[in-house]
């Protein structure tokens, strides 16, 4: 089946702008995830949600940075006022979401969006 | 806070050599160990994990061993291949709600 899509692939913008990237997590699935990769900070946990809740923000690394998720299904990751420390590759992933503290789910990635602030 | 540390690469090894891939971890309780890799122009993809202590996950020749007494998931493979040249990620689990910590990635390139 279809797995986690994200668009665009590549945004440039400048510096001030707003930018929103969106995220289809596979069907079915409940959780949604996003991380940041960028070459100083690795791999960087943002914000989860469970349906359209998001129990967990504490990635988001200002008040510039938004999320929400709609039908619990697609989010939009909005970053307002981008700076260039904002350029990195924003990554969404999916997971059932029949959370169990005993069982860790497999998160499935998408191929992420390329932003690049100038 | 809970957080990964693996080894820097790049890592350059000959088609067949033994790998071994180092990570540790801290973390509160137990949480569930996974190993990522990102294969070039690729996404992230899961290549193995384990939930608790003295597990071992194992996939495509690659193993890796839940050690709670060192706090150690390190990864090995007995005879590399060009084709598993990538970006391996080491990760842990939050037992919160699941979102992932990640280690900072080792570059594998593997020479004919």
């Known amino acids: 089946g279809a797995g986690v899509s994200q668009s665009p692939s590549n945004k440039v913008t400048e510096k001030g702008k707003d930018v929103e990237l969106r995220c289809d997590p596979i069907?079915?699935?409940?959780?949604l995830y996003w991380y940041r990769q960028s070459l100083g900070q690795g791999l960087e946990f943002l914000i989860y949600?469970?349906?359209?809740?998001?129990?967990?923000k504490s990635g988001l690394p200002s008040d510039r940075f938004s999320a929400e998720r709609t039908g619990g299904s697609v989010s939009t990751l909005t970053i307002q006022r981008t700076q260039q420390e904002d350029s990195a590759v924003y990554l969404c992933?999916?997971?059932?979401?029949?959370?169990?503290?005993?069982?860790?789910?497999?998160?499935?990635f998408g191929p992420g969006t390329r932003l690049l602030v100038l | 806070g809970d957080s990964v540390t693996q080894m820097e690469g790049p890592v350059t090894l000959s088609e067949e050599a033994f790998l071994t891939i180092n990570c540790t971890y801290t973390a509160t309780g137990y949480p569930s160990l996974f190993w990522y890799v990102q294969y070039p122009g690729e996404g992230l993809q899961l290549l193995l994990k384990a939930t608790k202590a003295d597990d071992k996950g194992s996939n495509k020749g690659f193993e890796a061993t839940y050690r709670k007494e060192t706090t150690s998931f390190h990864l090995e493979k007995g005879s590399v291949q060009v084709s598993d040249s990538a970006v391996y990620f080491c990760a842990l689990g939050d037992n919160q709600g699941g979102k992932l910590i990640f280690g900072q990635g080792t570059e594998l390139s593997v020479k004919p």
């Open positions: 949600f469970q349906g359209n809740s998001a129990p967990d």
């Open positions: 992933a999916s997971s059932l979401g029949t959370w169990d503290r005993q069982y860790q789910e497999t998160q499935y």
């Open positions: 069907s079915g699935h409940t959780a």
